[in-house]
Nanobody, 123 residues
Framework: VQLAESGGGLVQPGWSLRLPCAAFTSLCDFYVVGWFRQAPVQESEFVAAIKWSIGNTYYADSVKGRFTISRDKAKNAVYLQMNSLKPEDTAVYYC?????????????????WGQGTQITVSS
């Protein structure tokens, strides 16, 4: 399956941004779609995930209360709404999908990845 993120850019601290992740095939066979991010010289970090069929959501502590993950089954898309952005949110954001039932916070559990979109939070 091909995934494509969009919506990246440069924003000021406190601003909001929504990242779409579009799938070019149906996601109905997948268990989880997640978002990860990677800042320069840092390891990849789990951000959020959503169980495709039932919509349960999970968040990293660092974004809980500020970010919201959602899905649109009709559009085969997942969204990451990011509010109250901070400079430490600066990273390349990737969406990923997996059909495997396993730890959704682990990068290695995901089989399909988008190309990533850069988010820079700076004044």
């Amino acid at each position: 399956v091909q995934l494509a993120e969009s919506g990246g850019g440069l924003v000021q601290p406190g601003w909001s941004l929504r990242l779409p992740c579009a799938a070019f095939t149906s996601l109905c066979d997948f268990y989880v779609v997640g978002w990860f991010r990677q800042a320069p010289v840092q390891e990849s970090e789990f951000v959020a995930a959503i169980k495709w069929s039932i919509g349960n959501t999970y968040y990293a502590d660092s974004v809980k209360g500020r970010f919201t993950i959602s899905r649109d089954k009709a559009k085969n898309a997942v969204y990451l709404q990011m509010n109250s952005l901070k400079p430490e949110d600066t990273a390349v954001y990737y969406c990923a999908a997996t059909a495997a039932i396993g730890p959704m916070t682990l990068r290695g559990n995901y089989d399909y990845w988008g190309q990533g979109t850069q988010i820079t939070v700076s004044s």
